[in-house]
Nanobody, 127 residues
Framework: QVQLVESGGGLVQPGGSLRLSCAGSGFTPDYYDIGWFRQAPGKEREGVSCISSEDGTTDYTDSVKGRFTISRDNAKNTVNLQMNGLKPEDTAVYYC????????????????????WGKGTLVTVSS
């Protein structure tokens, strides 16, 4: 069965960095495009970044451009999200998701269309 497991969340001060990982199983690395989404309490889930399973094409929401970098390690079937220059506004539960849809801005705007979700990892940015 398809499974996605996030790791790497924690407490970090503003301006700090974290690296999140999404380990996939039950599918080959080229089967799904993978996205990172986040949800703060009382707010709607929003797309952060995604990466293509075919050619590594990436997209980012405007609020994280220049600070976050998504990458994929096909040998480990893992997708990472390097988060630098973290802000309190980045505090949320971060989820990775898999979809047969193509990674794009539309992909990030339609979290409800994802096929599979991990359980999430909490990122708290606070001094």
């Amino acid at each position: 069965q398809v499974q996605l497991v996030e790791s790497g969340g924690g407490l970090v001060q503003p301006g700090g960095s974290l690296r999140l990982s999404c380990a996939g199983s039950g599918f080959t690395p080229d089967y799904y495009d993978i996205g990172w989404f986040r949800q703060a309490p009382g707010k709607e889930r929003e797309g952060v970044s995604c990466i293509s399973s075919e050619d590594g094409t990436t997209d980012y929401t405007d609020s994280v451009k220049g600070r976050f970098t998504i990458s994929r390690d096909n040998a480990k079937n893992t997708v990472n999200l390097q988060m630098n220059g973290l802000k309190p506004e980045d505090t949320a539960v971060y989820y990775c998701a898999a979809s047969s849809l193509r990674c794009s801005l539309s992909y990030l705007h339609n979290y409800y269309a994802m096929d599979h979700w991990g359980k999430g990892t909490l990122v708290t940015v606070s001094s």
